[in-house]
């Protein structure tokens, strides 16, 4: 019931392309749902976070779609980029210190 | 303002050595997460301390692990004695109070133990 399933594991798209990842999970305890960025080397960095009673984010180029009924959440990048070449986790927290479970990662490759 | 400080950045090391990592946190946070990842198993929250106390150690892996926060600003995970499966990068990362959302994560120390 902890787990957070990600999907593609890996994504390939055109500049200007909008790539979509896609996670799910069981616990229905979990109630905030962040996306954190990853550059090799790098430790994770925030990029957008989303709690349940709310359907759709967007930050700049980021939107989180969230899905409460299916238990299910998603990242589009808007007109991506090769800096956005990166791995993108979804993750869940759950409690009040926010202890985080990730999902697998998805290796995204912007070309230019 | 300074980051998560982790150290050393890497590490290599003979199976059955002892290892210790460090961490100092950002300077108010109250949180503290020592996380290990690695291609099978991806992201791991192996310990989390509030206020310098142990909250949860449950992933931690087995009883060579062993980690500490004698203050607020430094804490240890120590691997004794280490094992090749234990290679890894490990990530220490604090957050601001306890309910707070968000976890600022250091740069990592890559483990391998040969």
């Known amino acids: 019931q902890q787990q957070v399933k990600q999907s593609p594991q890996s994504l390939i798209v055109q500049k200007g392309g909008i790539p979509i990842i896609n996670c799910a999970y069981e616990?229905?305890?979990?109630?905030?749902f962040p996306w954190y960025q990853q550059f090799p080397g790098k430790g994770p960095a925030l990029l957008i976070a989303?709690?349940?009673?709310?359907s759709e984010k967007k930050e700049g180029r980021f939107t989180i779609s969230f899905n409460k009924s299916a238990k299910q959440f998603s990242l589009h990048i808007m007109d991506s980029q090769p800096g956005d070449s990166a791995t993108y986790f979804c993750?869940?927290?759950?409690?009040?210190?926010?202890?985080?479970?990730f999902g697998s990662g998805t290796q995204l490759t912007v070309l230019p | 303002d300074a980051g998560v400080i982790q150290s050393p950045r890497h590490e290599v090391t003979e199976m059955g050595q002892e290892v210790t990592l460090r961490c100092k946190p950002i300077?108010?946070?109250?949180?503290l997460f020592w996380y290990r990842q690695t291609m099978m198993r991806g992201l791991e929250l192996l310990i989390y301390?509030?206020?310098?106390?142990?909250?949860?150690d449950s992933g931690m892996p087995e009883d060579r692990f062993s980690a500490k926060m004698p203050n607020a600003s430094f804490s240890t995970l120590k691997i004794q004695p280490s094992e090749p499966r234990d290679s890894a990068v490990y990530f220490c990362?604090?957050?601001?109070?306890?309910?707070?959302?968000?976890?600022?994560f250091g740069p990592g120390t890559r483990l391998t133990v040969t």
């Open positions: 993750a869940a927290s759950r409690g009040s210190a926010r202890q985080l479970t």
């Open positions: 990362a604090s957050s601001p109070n306890t309910g707070a959302y968000e976890q600022y």
């Open positions: 300077s108010g946070h109250n949180s």
């Open positions: 616990n229905t305890a979990f109630d905030y």
């Open positions: 301390f509030n206020n310098n106390v142990p909250i949860d």
């Open positions: 989303i709690r349940p009673d709310v």
